[in-house]
Structure formats: C-alpha cells, structure tokens
C-alpha cells in the first residue's frame, strides 16, 4: 500500500503550545502524518523528553525525521568547526534514535577552496567516523542523509550526492525538490530525479518542499516562500502516484502546515486517499 507522509519541518504555527509535544498535537489535530524536529541552532531535546516524544508521536501516528544544524560544515579549514560539525551530526543521531525518528536531513558543507571530488573526500572521512562512533553507541536505526543544495557554493547537487552515496553505503540522499529547481537555473524534470534514485534501492524517500522566489536579476534563488508554482507541486504529486512511491515531504514553506495541507489536498484530489 503507498504510504506517504505529509507535515511541517518544525512545530506547526498555529499551535498554541509551541513545544514539541504542543506541535505534535496540532499536527494529528490537523489530520497530517509527520513532523520534522528542527535543531536549526542546537540539539535541543534530551534523552528522557525524546523518549516521551517518540512515544507520543508513535500514539499518534506520525513520522518523525530530524535536521541536523544548519551551522555544519565538514569542508572546513578550522579544525574546531569540523569536530563541532561532527559533534552536532552525533548528537543528531543520539536523539533521532531516541526518538524513533527515520532519518537525519545535513546540510554537509560548502566547497570553500575544494572542488567537488576533493569535498566528496573529505566528507567520505568525517561521515565515517561518525558512522562508526554510532556504532559503538549503539546508534542502528536512524539514517544520515545528505541534503540536495540549492547554493551553488555548498555540497549537494543531486548527481554529486548521488555519487558519494554510492561509495559510502551509509550515507542516503534526502531531497529538497526546491534547492534541486534553484541548482537547475528555475527547472525540474520529477520523472528524472526519480529515475536516479531508483538505482539506490531506498526503503522511503525523505524530502522537503517548498516555494522559491527570483533575486532582482530575475534568477531563482534559495529563498524559502509559501508554495507556488515555482516549483510545481501537481507535477510532482501525480508522479509519485504513477510510480507508487512511498515518500515523506516535509514543508520548509514559511506557511508550514498550511501548506502541507495544501500539498494533501492535491493529492487527494488526483485520487490518493490519507
């Protein structure tokens, strides 16, 4: 049966109490099936309240995913930024698992002085001794995956993080469909990126959606806006249905749960029942 998951990257703005628990209950009160947990600046959630909240969202029905600090960056040329890094991408994982959340979004690095082979190097020795120090924690479950990139500066087009994935089995990619329209000069071909992935044998697609706007030179850029047709979502829904796919789409939109229900309604309307 296709299973796909709809809700806002963080807690909902209409809810009225605004911790995790609070964000949880607007989103069943809303009749969406997942939530992201923003740690935008820090891991915020401690080990005994992300039991609770896994518990919680379990009784709920909801699908929890995790991103990881946007401060994270693995190209660094400080040595006290990439172990920061490496620390907030553990601590990600610690409380994911916890939390019984399936995967971990990372915004993963910016070039700096590296071209794309070099990074994707660098990266293949951080991601590794993370994956290992989880192992020894005990961290089995909960995925790392590396986000596609809208910032021509930072890792994360789709064919270069499809690529490292490649050679490390234990990385998987979460799409933004968004940052993938902005990397791609204002255009997206659904069917193709779902053509990729399909080689990656993916349990469950983690993705974000939402809206971008033009800079003053007319260029799509990596401006999070409510949903519009830039990109299209319509496309993008009857795709997944064609192909069955089991996915999660998380809204980055500022409008957060307004827009997931609108993304839902679009798939109801094309047929799929929630």
Avoid at 50 to 75: M, Q, T, V, W
Avoid at 129 to 135: A, I, L, P
Avoid at 203 to 210: K, L, M
Wanted: charge should be neutral.
């Amino acid at each position: 049966m296709l299973k796909i998951f709809l809700g806002p990257g963080g807690v909902p703005v209409s809810a009225k109490d605004r911790s995790t628990s609070g964000g949880l209950e607007r989103v069943a009160e809303l009749g969406l099936n997942a939530m992201e947990l923003e740690f935008v600046r820090k891991v915020y959630l401690n080990p005994i309240t992300a039991k609770e909240i896994g518990k919680k969202a379990a009784d709920l029905g909801i699908r929890l995913s995790i991103h990881a600090p946007y401060f994270i960056n693995l190209c660094s040329e400080k040595k006290e930024v990439i172990a920061a890094s490496k620390r907030m991408i553990f601590d990600s994982a610690s409380i994911g698992e916890i939390v019984r959340a399936d995967a971990i979004a990372i915004h993963s690095a910016y070039y700096g002085k590296f071209n794309s082979e070099q990074a994707s190097k660098i990266l293949e020795e951080h991601f590794q001794e993370v994956w290992d120090k989880m192992k020894e924690n005990g961290i089995r479950k909960i995925e790392l995956r590396i986000e596609t990139m809208g910032r021509k500066s930072q890792f994360g087009g789709l064919d270069e993080v499809l690529e490292f994935c490649k050679e490390v089995k234990f990385v998987q990619p979460y799409i933004d469909w968004a940052h993938l329209f902005v990397r791609n000069y204002g255009s997206i071909n659904y069917s193709e990126v779902f053509d990729k992935l399909e080689g990656f044998k993916i349990g469950h697609i983690n993705s974000h959606f939402e809206g971008v706007k033009k800079d003053e030179k007319g260029n799509y850029v990596d401006i999070h806006t409510p949903i519009n047709s830039h990109p299209p979502f319509e496309p993008l829904a009857k795709e997944i249905l064609k192909r069955k796919i089991d996915i999660t789409i998380i809204s980055e939109s500022p409008l957060l749960e307004q827009d997931s229900l609108k993304m839902k309604g679009i798939l109801e309307k094309l047929g799929h029942g929630f």
